[in-house]
C-alpha cells in the first residue's frame, strides 16, 4: 500500500513591511516573523515566495523553526534574480534536518537558467526528504542540462517516494534530457508516486519515451502514474508499443493520468495498441486518457475502447477525453 505522508498545518504568510521596525531587508523579515509568532520550534510547514529577501530572513531564522517539515516556494517576481536565489537556497535548507517535503513552484519564471537548476545539487542531498515537486512550466531558458543537474542532484535523495516535475512548454527540452531522467529514477527505488509534464515540448519523441520507460520499469513499488505529452508531435505509434508491453508487465499500477492529446502521428493501430496494454493491467484500477485531436483515430474505436474498458470489473473509475 501506498504510504501517503500525514496532513501538515500550513502556515503562509507574505511578509509586508512593518513601520514599527526601522531595519530593512532581511532584519525586517525576521522582527515580522517574530511578531506574528512564526519562531516556533512547533512549526511543521512554510509557504513562502521564493526571493532573496525571504531566504536570508528565513536562513536567519531557521534555528528557531527546526520542526520544519514541509516548504513551499513559489514564483513571484519577473525581476527577481532566481539564480541567486537558488544558490542561497541551498546553504539554507541544510538547517531544516526534519525537512520531508520540499515545493518549488518556478513556474512562468522566463529568467530561470540551467545555472540556477545546478544549485539543486546541493539542495537535494538532504536524506531526510521523501517528496519532491518541481514546477518549471514555461522556463524558456532551460535545457537538457537542467535535467542533467537534477539527475546528479536526485541521487542523494533515495527516500524519495513521491516526485513530481513539470517542463511544460520548455520548448529546449529533448529526448536527451531524458537520458539524464532515465538515470535519476534509477535512484528512487522507493518511488510510489510519479508525474511528469512534457506538454508542448516539441523535441521529446519516441526515444525520450523509450528512456523514461527504461527505467519506470525497473521501479517495482510505484502506484501512481502521471504522464503529459499533449502536442509532443515525435511521439508515434512506436511509444504505444512501449506503453503496451509497460502495461502487459506491471503488477502493481494502480492509478494512471495519460494525456497523449495532440500528438499528430498516433494512429488508430497505435492507439489499439495502447488498450491492449492498459486491458492487462490487471492491478489498474483507476484511469484518465486524453486522446483528443488525433485525427487518424475514429470516435467509434475511442467509443469502443472505453466501452470496453467499463467492463473490466477492477476498474474503479474510467475517463476517456476525446473530444
Known amino acids: 500500500m501506498t504510504n501517503h505522508l500525514n496532513p501538515i498545518p500550513m502556515i503562509s504568510f507574505k511578509p509586508q513591511p512593518?513601520?514599527?521596525?526601522?531595519?530593512?531587508?532581511?532584519?525586517?523579515?525576521?522582527q515580522i516573523l517574530k511578531k506574528k509568532g512564526l519562531l516556533n520550534k512547533k512549526l511543521l510547514s512554510l509557504k513562502m515566495n521564493f526571493s532573496e529577501k525571504n531566504i536570508k530572513c528565513l536562513r536567519k531564522a531557521s534555528s528557531k523553526m527546526s520542526s520544519v517539515q514541509q516548504i513551499c516556494l513559489n514564483y513571484n517576481d519577473c525581476d527577481q534574480n532566481y539564480n541567486d536565489s537558488f544558490r542561497n537556497l541551498r546553504f539554507l535548507l541544510k538547517k531544516f534536518k526534519y525537512l520531508t517535503c520540499l515545493d518549488v513552484n518556478l513556474a512562468l519564471c522566463?529568467?530561470?537558467?540551467?545555472?540556477?537548476v545546478s544549485n539543486l545539487h546541493q539542495i537535494l542531498k538532504i536524506s531526510s526528504l521523501v517528496k519532491l515537486k518541481l514546477d518549471f512550466d514555461s522556463c524558456n531558458k532551460l535545457s537538457d542540462k537542467a535535467l542533467q543537474y537534477i539527475q546528479q542532484s536526485i541521487q542523494k535523495s533515495r527516500n524519495l517516494q513521491n516526485i513530481s516535475m513539470n517542463f511544460s512548454r520548455c520548448e529546449k527540452i529533448s529526448d536527451l534530457g531524458m537520458l539524464s531522467l532515465q538515470s535519476c529514477l534509477l535512484r528512487t527505488k522507493n518511488l510510489q508516486n510519479f508525474q511528469f509534464k512534457a506538454d508542448n515540448c516539441p523535441?521529446?519523441?519516441?526515444?525520450?519515451v523509450k528512456r523514461l520507460f527504461n527505467a519506470l520499469r525497473r521501479l517495482k513499488k510505484i502506484e501512481n502514474l502521471a504522464l503529459n505529452f499533449e502536442n509532443c508531435n515525435k511521439v508515434?505509434?512506436?511509444?504505444?508499443?512501449?506503453?503496451?508491453?509497460?502495461?502487459q508487465n506491471t503488477i502493481h499500477l494502480k492509478s494512471l493520468a495519460l494525456n497523449l492529446a495532440g500528438c499528430a502521428q498516433l494512429s488508430s493501430q497505435g492507439i489499439?495498441?495502447?488498450?491492449?496494454?492498459?486491458?492487462?493491467?490487471?492491478?489498474l484500477n483507476k484511469l484518465k486518457l486524453s486522446i483528443k485531436g488525433l485525427f487518424d483515430v475514429p470516435k467509434s474505436q475511442i467509443c469502443g475502447i472505453q466501452r470496453r474498458l467499463k467492463m473490466q470489473k477492477h476498474?474503479?473509475?474510467?475517463?476517456?477525453?476525446?473530444?
Open 18 to 30: 512593518l513601520k514599527k521596525y526601522k531595519e530593512t531587508g532581511a532584519t525586517t523579515q525576521y
Open 110 to 116: 522566463d529568467k530561470l537558467s540551467d545555472k540556477g
Open 203 to 208: 523535441k521529446i519523441g519516441d526515444e525520450g
Open 236 to 247: 508515434t505509434d512506436f511509444s504505444m508499443q512501449i506503453f503496451q508491453k509497460y502495461f
Open 272 to 283: 489499439s495498441q495502447l488498450e491492449e496494454g492498459i486491458l492487462n493491467a490487471n492491478d
Open 315 to 323: 476498474f474503479q473509475s474510467v475517463h476517456i477525453v476525446y473530444v
